[in-house]
């Protein structure tokens, strides 16, 4: 990851500038333990959004470090863009998140201008009274998808696809405290290739008995 290489240089750096200050102080050896103290450890920034920044450490960020990047998609294969697309917009992490479309945010290098340019957060969280347990356990979800049961994934076109997916997740508690919630939805991804190879143009998701989230 990018901030392991950033704390490598700053390392070095900080390694450098001690050297220096004991060579310098040679003479002088009370004067160089002195000095080599006064060099602060530097923690590299660690990105968790677009353009922002923070010193914690990864593991407590983004579902202990465990979530789904969108780099991790094949974007040759429709059957990997649709599978992690539909992983990461069901990715929470309840320290992070304020509502369920911070995680179709993250999703957005999967998706076309158009469509991503759709992806924005409500005032309001939709699942307030379901992320009220796993927040005050500092929770995030840990998601499973697979295929949908059934005739429902069609080629459209040699360019168009529709893929269809089961979405199941629980919740994970930071404290190790057991959580019982679970979620199960269906999600359906309408998906385009072009010269960035296959991306998601449209989805919409559905619960048990209720349609939720964006439509195409």
């Known amino acids: 990851m990018t901030f ?36 602060a450890p530097i923690s590299a920034p660690t990105t968790i959004y677009e ?5 914690a450490p990864a593991d407590d960020i983004l579902g202990g470090n465990t979530f789904t990047s969108p780099d991790e998609a094949d974007r040759s294969d429709v059957e990997s863009v649709a599978r992690t697309a539909a992983l990461i917009m069901h990715q929470w992490d309840t320290t992070v998140d304020r509502t369920e479309t911070a995680a179709a945010v993250r999703a957005k290098p999967l998706m076309s201008e158009e469509w991503a340019a759709n992806q924005i ?31 429902v994934a069609q080629d459209v076109a040699p360019d168009k696809a529709v893929r269809v997916l089961d979405v199941t997740w629980r919740w994970v508690a930071r404290d190790e405290t057991p959580l019982q ?4 939805r269906q999600v359906t991804l309408y998906l385009e290739d072009n010269e960035n190879g296959w991306e998601v143009v449209g989805h919409q998701t559905r619960d048990l008995t209720a349609a939720v989230g964006g439509q195409r």
């Open 181 to 184: 919630g679970t979620g199960h």
């Open 121 to 151: 957060e409500p005032e309001r969280n939709a699942s307030n009274g379901d992320w009220l347990e796993p927040a005050e356990h500092d929770a995030y979800s840990v998601q499973r998808a697979v295929p949908a049961i059934g005739d």
């Open 4 to 39: 392991r290489s950033h704390t490598t240089v700053y390392r070095v750096a900080a390694l450098a500038f001690s050297m220096l200050t004991l060579t310098s102080c040679a003479t002088d050896a009370p004067a160089s333990e002195d000095a080599s103290k006064d060099v």
């Open 51 to 55: 353009g922002s920044y923070t010193s």
